[in-house]
């Protein structure tokens, strides 16, 4: 439905991504993250976790891939998409309502982590933490010759040494 609002959680992975087919031959993923918030006694002054928030996650195609491939168990994720609630009888008859988040985008948290990014192998876009490319190739474009970098004197005519500015910046620049 067009116009619905995206949220945005920041949660754990509880489990690992499961990636599925569908009949149709359709990849997707599905996993579940735990969004504890700290909450702070103001007579004591101590922290405790609070309430957890649990969510569904879902993707789909060459997305579903990248995660699954990307994201694994208690990792820290930011995860953006639309919020849905369904409803279902558990195993033992009772009614339960879930929430879900069909995912529009996800990535690590680097508040305790570092990641490396690496492009994807099709279409160019930028896929997984760690997957997509061989080992040392970083998948971002970098200028071929210094002479590319417009933000340098190096092969750029004038009258100083990128030295001379902490960083080659010019009166005139090339474009």
């Not at 609070?50 to 789909?60: H, K, T, V």
């Amino acid at each position: 439905m067009a116009g619905e609002p995206l949220i945005t959680v920041v949660g754990n992975l509880v489990a690992d991504p499961e990636p599925r087919v569908s009949q149709a031959g359709k990849s997707w993923v599905t996993f579940r993250i735990a969004s504890t918030p700290r909450v702070r006694d103001r007579q004591s002054g101590d922290w405790s976790d609070g309430e957890p928030l649990w969510l569904g996650c879902r993707a789909f195609g060459e997305y579903a891939d990248n995660i699954a491939a990307s994201l694994t168990k208690g990792m820290r994720v930011i995860v953006q998409g639309r919020l849905t609630q369904r409803s279902y009888t558990d195993n033992q008859g009772q009614q339960r309502t879930s929430l879900d988040l069909d995912v529009e985008e996800v990535g690590p948290s680097l508040r305790f982590a570092t990641a490396q990014v690496s492009r994807g192998q099709s279409r160019g876009q930028v896929g997984g933490f760690g997957g997509g490319q061989p080992a040392g190739q970083s998948g971002w474009n970098k200028p071929s010759a210094p002479q590319d970098n417009p933000w340098t004197n190096s092969g750029q005519q004038g009258n100083s040494s990128p030295a001379d500015f902490g960083g080659g910046f010019d009166d005139e620049q090339p474009f």
